[in-house]
């Protein structure tokens, strides 16, 4: 039987107990209990402040972690739910030939923010979930936050080129795109690591993270990303109501897998099941007649 699913953002704000197992800090305490206050008066960026004060005296605090998590999550100027629906129905409505992955249709601050909000949830939630912590948070609460959270952090992870947990303009515009004719997605922009193609990258060449041979971290980072919220995805999406696809997400999330894969890097592999290996040069061009742009790729 599933259970109706209990978010951060809807569980109502109650204040924490005095006895809580494992607090320790007489400052903690009080920078919850001011937390709180601010939640309830809608200060959500004063709270956070607090909450992130109780965390740093007790990192082990589920409480501290848990509000901290909440006060960011109330902070943000977009919904998760919403996001998460919008992503669960994009494998259903991928027919327009071209068509941008959800959330990459966002103007680069707006992706930016649930990026680096998620990421921040992912890092509050994920000690609770593996057991590091003590209160009166148990896993349980927040397993289907953390793994909304991971899956918002996976799908944008692309666009943090120098995987400094922010995407802003010394990222590389990469896109990930569905083909109508090819009946999968794929990924545009890799040639940017080079500052070629029709539009030149305004970044130096020697710039942090964009250059070819930051083509495979990034790639494995997304891929550790991707595998991570699936297994959460896997382990929590079953018990609870959420009105989103479990099924959807999880196949968005192989196809994005099986896509990004074929970019790797210089590496002697046959990345896209073609029997070559590296037979494209990093130029923003289909030089195997394939339909597809700078996928296995060597620099020569």
């Keep these: 039987m599933k259970t109706v699913l209990p978010y951060i953002f809807f569980i109502a704000l109650a204040l924490p107990g005095c006895n809580i197992l494992g607090w320790t800090h007489r400052n903690e305490q009080s920078h919850l209990d001011r937390g709180m206050e601010l ?127 922010t995407i802003n303009d010394v990222d590389l515009l990469l896109d990930i795109r569905y083909s109508s004719t090819l009946e999968e997605y794929y990924i545009t922009g890799f040639h940017e690591f080079l500052g070629g193609g029709s539009q030149p990258r305004s970044l130096p060449i020697n710039a942090s993270g964009v250059n070819p041979e930051d083509i495979n971290p990034l790639i494995n980072y997304v891929l550790d990303l991707i595998e991570e919220s699936d297994d959460l995805l896997i382990a929590t999406l079953q018990r609870w109501t959420t009105g989103t696809s479990e099924e959807n997400i999880r196949n968005l999330l192989e196809d994005i897998r099986t896509t990004i894969v074929k970019y790797y890097y210089d590496d002697d592999r046959d990345n896209d099941g073609d029997a070559m290996s590296d037979e494209e040069q990093l130029n923003g061009f289909d030089d195997d007649d394939d339909g597809l742009i700078d996928e296995d790729t060597d620099h020569v």
């Design 39 to 165: 939640m309830r008066q809608g200060d959500y960026a004063q709270a956070e402040q607090e909450f992130a004060r109780a965390k740093e005296e007790n990192p082990a605090s589920a409480d501290a972690r848990y509000y901290h998590a909440k006060a960011v999550q109330r902070g943000a100027h977009f919904d998760i739910v919403d996001l998460v629906k919008e992503v669960s129905q994009a494998r259903t409505d991928r027919c327009q030939d071209g068509a941008s992955l959800p959330l990459y249709n966002n103007e680069i601050d707006v992706l930016d923010e649930i990026y680096r909000v998620n990421l921040i949830i992912v890092n509050d939630l994920r000690p609770i979930y593996d057991g590091e912590t003590h209160g009166s948070i148990s896993a349980r609460d927040i397993d289907i936050d953390l793994a909304f959270a991971s899956l918002l952090t996976a799908l944008p992870g692309l666009r943090d080129t120098n995987r400094d947990s």
